[in-house]
C-alpha cells in the first residue's frame, strides 16, 4: 500500500539524522568491548511489523543514569482495517483490491518516552532486557480508495477501457470492480485526522559491542482519534486503535 512511501520517509529522517548526531571518530570495532562504559547518545531504526499494517521508526536517546534513558522518535505505518480481503482483478493490468475499502490510511506518529534497564547485560554475549513507554501526537492520512469498473461497451459490444472511480458501497458490486486504480488516484483528497498515541514496549538488545544497538522489540501501541476514522465501507469508523507489533531494532551509541 505504501511501502514505496516508506522508504522514502525512513531513508530520509534516518540518513539525515544519522548524519547529524554521527560522533566525530567514526565507529571502530575495537571499541565496545567493556560493558563499564556509559555512552550518553544513540540513535537507531526500526523495521516492524503490526497487527494492521508495517512500519518504519528512527529514534534518538539519552541516558539520565546508568539504567534510564530518555528519548524521542518519529514513525509511519500504514494502517489496515482486520477485515481486508485481496481480491485478483479481471482488468488488463490485473491489479488486485479490496473489496469494500474507501480510504487507504498511513499514520505519521511523533513520540517523547522513557526506556529503561530490567536486567543488564553480564558480558557481552549476553542480552540486555528493557522496557519503554512513550506518548504523543499522531497523524492519519485517509486517501480515497480508487478503483477500476466498466461503464460502457463500444460499437462492436466489446468493453473500453475501465473508468477509474472512487469506490462507494451503494453504486457498486464485487462484480462491477475489476483491478483497483493507481496510487496517485486520490491525492489530491487526502483528508488528515489529528489524534494521539501511547506506547508500551519491551525490547532484547543482543550486539556483541557495547557502542552497537541490535535488538528485537515488541510491544502494543494505542492510538485514538477524536473525530472516527473510515477505513471499510458498511463497518464503523475507529475512535480506538489498538496493535501489537514486533520489529528489528539497529542503531549506534557515543559519548
Known sequence: MFRSVFIVIFFCIFGSSSAQDKP????????????????????????????RGLGILYRRGKHITAKTRSYY???????????EVKISGT???????????????????????????????ADNKAVEVRYSYSIGPTLAFAKPYYVQVYRAQNNQGGQVNPDVVKFNSENFT????????????????????????????????????????????????LDYFPKA???????????????????????????
Not at 73 to 83: T, V, W, Y
Not at 106 to 114: E, H, I, S, Y
Not at 178 to 189: M, P
Open 174 to 221: 464485487q462484480d462491477s470492480v475489476v483491478g483497483r486504480g493507481a496510487f496517485s488516484d486520490g491525492l489530491a483528497e487526502i483528508k488528515i485526522y489529528p489524534g494521539a498515541s501511547a506506547k508500551f514496549n519491551l525490547s532484547f538488545e543482543y550486539a556483541p559491542y557495547t557502542n552497537l544497538i541490535r535488538a528485537i522489540e515488541t510491544g502494543i501501541s
Open 229 to 255: 476514522l473510515p477505513i471499510m465501507a458498511r463497518n464503523p469508523a475507529e475512535n480506538v486503535v489498538i496493535t501489537f507489533h514486533v520489529g528489528f531494532v539497529f542503531g549506534s551509541k557515543w559519548y
Open 91 to 121: 482488468a488488463q493490468d490485473k491489479k488486485r483490491f479490496v473489496y469494500g475499502k474507501i480510504n487507504q490510511v498511513f499514520l505519521l506518529r511523533g513520540a517523547v518516552g522513557m526506556q529503561k534497564v530490567i536486567f543488564a547485560k
Open 24 to 51: 566525530a571518530n567514526p565507529l571502530n570495532m575495537d571499541e565496545g568491548t567493556t560493558l563499564n562504559v556509559l555512552y550518553r547518545n544513540e540513535g537507531s531504526g526500526q523495521i516492524y511489523a503490526n497487527t
Open 73 to 83: 522518535e518519529i514513525d509511519g505505518q500504514s494502517l489496515k482495517h482486520p477485515k
